[in-house]
């Protein structure tokens, strides 16, 4: 009986130096944090910009200015006028007409006599051409504006005017259009202004090649 009382009364002891050493404390149930009432959204400021469009009239009138390079006579200024009709969108015809004024050939240049005479030297065109807008597109400028841009074919014939003689014309071109405004537009082109002539004693297709800058206006 003493073993088992003495091993009770250890027992006792060693629960109670527990206790005192490690002291058990009342849990108490964590309350789930509670989700913020609002989420934090980031602010996109949003800017509208203002596009330059086309007018809604579909004519076009305008006047240019550049180089033309007649073959076999050099390369000099050449002023002329832009008359389009817009069909659709992306389809339009023009029309222009165009002066410039051819120097002396090379063999003009070596054998001291003329073939033309002042009158002869000017070049006149007119042609009526199909044209397409390959690829439309925008430019922006600074964050609050933004233009409309055509980078476009034509393709047409006509009649260039040059020594006394009037030649058939097959015209091709590419160019670019920038829209300024509602009414107003700018025209970068180049084309090729391809005919045949026998000025040299031997039938000759040449290739004038035209660059021109110009402004036009839609009514």
């Keep these: 009986m003493v073993g088992w009382g003495r091993k009770f009364f ?10 005192w050493l ?12 509670q989700a913020e009432e609002q989420i934090m959204k980031p602010q996109v400021l949003r800017q509208d910009a203002h596009i330059a469009g086309i007018d809604t009239e579909s004519f076009e009138i305008g006047y ?13 200024s050449v002023q002329g006028l832009w008359f389009a009709y817009h069909l ?9 007409l165009g002066k410039t004024t051819a120097g002396k050939s090379s063999q003009e240049e ?19 051409m199909l044209g397409y807008n390959l690829l439309p597109g925008e430019v ?19 009649v260039t005017k040059f020594g006394g003689d009037d030649h058939s014309t097959f015209v091709y071109g590419i160019g670019y259009r920038f829209i300024g405004a509602d009414w107003l537009s700018v025209h970068i082109d180049m084309r090729n202004h391809t005919f045949q002539h026998d000025y040299f004693g031997r039938e000759k297709k040449v290739n004038n090649l035209e660059f021109t800058f110009g402004l036009a206006i839609f009514f």
């Design 110 to 128: 070596y054998s001291g006599s003329d073939i033309f005479t002042e009158s002869e030297r000017e070049l006149e065109y007119y042609n009526i």
């Design 88 to 96: 659709t969108e992306d389809v339009f015809l023009v029309s222009t």
């Design 64 to 76: 240019y200015n550049g180089v033309m390079s007649v073959e076999d006579f050099g390369a000099n």
């Design 10 to 19: 250890l027992g006792c002891l060693g629960i109670s130096l527990f206790a």
């Design 140 to 158: 922006f400028w600074g964050r609050d504006l933004a233009f409309n841009t055509d980078l476009y074919l034509t393709i047409g014939s006509g």
């Design 22 to 33: 490690f002291p058990i404390t009342q849990l108490r149930a964590v309350e789930p944090m």
